[in-house]
């Protein structure tokens, strides 16, 4: 029979990515255990674990894991680069390896640690054309007709990335929910603002749909990099200084390469009465 925690609890790993933070639950070997309800009930940072993504890691033909993510809203996101690091992390522990490969909506990808103990992804190649982002209808990504100029990026999730000479100075809060619904993005949109401090070194800020603000994101400072490059401010390599610590991405031949810190916090156990109300 399938352990769904019913008698002994689901255990769980609390990780986060330079403050970007996350529940993750290993379903190898027994079925999927995360419902949108769940999530929802997880995320919830007085009542639940809190997070601003649940990854659960399944099992996966051709790789050696796969993930699925959800946001705190219950809704599925198609990349997360942090948590793809902070498990790729977790999953090399276990096999004694430096490099893994696995599963995402996006497809295969690879991940691997770094001499100094930070875990690169390699997030494959940007989507920059309107129906991949996607987009509500055919415009331009790298001038999407929005205030403020933005430019549109697909990581495998949609971002809508501005560039402004002072992030600091930008009311995310009001701005971020505002663009996330804006009827050009069918699939909402996670929503960045970044300020360039030289050709190697951006500051952003990150609205992350279905979550909020949130201390870094990995897919978006990819998208921020992308967009920076195709502007013609950066080389193909940028630091990214999100509040919550930096990642470096390099735009490589073979795809967009994320690296960063990972943590893993501490270990729990989901009670069986907390999971019979939550799913
Ligand atoms: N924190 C994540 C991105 C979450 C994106 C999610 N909010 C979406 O709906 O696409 C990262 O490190 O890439």
């Known amino acids: ?29 027994r079925g999927a255990q995360v419902t949108a309800g769940l999530a929802r009930a997880l995320g919830d940072r007085n009542r639940g674990v809190g997070f601003d993504q649940l990854a659960e890691i ?14 705190s809203d219950g809704s599925q996101a198609g990349a997360c680069g942090n948590a793809t690091r902070c498990v790729s992390d977790h999953v090399m522990r276990g096999l004694g390896a430096d490099a893994v490969s696995l599963v995402t ?9 770094a001499a100094d103990g930070r875990v690169w992804v390699n997030m494959g190649a940007p989507q920059l054309d309107w129906g991949s982002i996607p987009l ?20 495998g999730n949609p971002h809508c990335v501005h560039f402004v000479p002072d ?13 996330e619904h804006d009827p050009l993005f069918p699939r909402r949109t996670n929503v960045e603002f970044a300020a360039l401090i030289s050709p190697c070194r951006i500051r952003m800020r990150v609205w992350e749909r279905g979550t909020g603000i949130t201390l870094a994101c990995g897919s978006g400072a990819c998208a921020v990099a992308v967009a920076a490059h195709l502007r013609g ?12 610590g930096e990642l470096e991405v ?6 967009v390469w994320l690296t960063g810190p990972v943590a893993r916090v501490f ?3 989901l009670s069986p009465e907390y999971l019979a109300a939550s799913r």
């Not at 769904?4 to 379903?27: Q, R």
């Not at 390099?250 to 795809?255: A, E, H, K, L, Q």
């Open 1 to 29: 029979m399938t352990d769904t925690g019913a008698k002994t609890g689901l255990p769980f790993m609390k990780m986060h990515g330079a403050g970007n933070d996350f529940v993750v639950i290993d379903s190898r070997g």
């Open 58 to 71: 399944t099992d996966a033909e051709g790789a050696d894991f796969g993930l699925v993510f959800w946001n």
């Open 105 to 113: 909506a996006r497809g295969a990808l690879r991940a691997e640690r």
């Open 136 to 155: 509500a209808r055919e415009v331009d990504p790298l001038h999407l007709p929005l205030p403020g100029d933005p430019v549109g990026v697909g990581m």
């Open 167 to 179: 992030a600091e100075a930008v009311d995310l809060a009001t701005l971020g929910p505002r663009i």
């Open 233 to 244: 401010l950066t080389g193909p390599r940028v630091v990214l200084q999100a509040d919550g």
């Open 250 to 255: 390099d735009w490589r031949d073979d795809g």
């Open 267 to 269: 270990d729990g156990v």
